[in-house]
C-alpha cells in the first residue's frame, strides 16, 4: 500500500518545478527591464548635464543664441536662460531630465 500511496504523490507534485523555474524567470525579466530603464535615466541626465554646461559656457560668450544652439547640439531644449552680469545660468532638459548649468566669463 505504501507504493500507491507514493505513487499518487509523485503525480501530484509534478511541475512544481516548472512553476518555480517560470517564476524566476519573469522575475529575472522584471529585474533586467527595471535596470535598463535606471540605466536609461543615468544616461538620460548625464546628457542634460552636458547640454546644460555646454549651453552655459556658451552664452557667457555668445549670448542665448548660443546657448540655445549648443543645448540643441547636445541633444536638449533651453528652456531657461539668465544673464547676470559675467555670470550665465541655464536650464536644460533632454528626453525629460532637467539639468542646470552655470557659468562665468570672469575669474
Do not use: F, K
Not at 36 to 53: C, E, H, I, K
Amino acid at each position: 500500500m505504501s507504493t500507491s500511496t507514493n505513487t499518487s504523490t509523485d503525480r501530484r507534485d509534478r511541475g512544481q518545478a516548472v512553476m518555480l523555474l517560470l517564476a524566476v524567470v519573469a522575475l529575472s525579466a522584471l529585474t533586467l527591464v527595471g535596470i535598463g530603464a535606471l540605466g536609461r535615466r543615468v544616461v538620460n541626465r548625464t546628457r542634460a548635464q552636458t547640454a546644460a554646461d555646454a549651453a552655459a559656457l556658451a552664452g557667457t560668450s555668445g549670448g542665448r543664441e548660443a546657448a540655445v544652439r549648443l543645448a540643441a547640439a547636445n541633444g536638449g531644449v533651453l528652456v531657461d536662460y539668465r544673464a547676470e552680469g559675467d555670470v550665465v545660468l541655464v536650464t536644460v532638459v533632454v528626453h525629460g531630465e532637467r539639468a542646470m548649468a552655470r557659468a562665468s566669463d570672469g575669474p
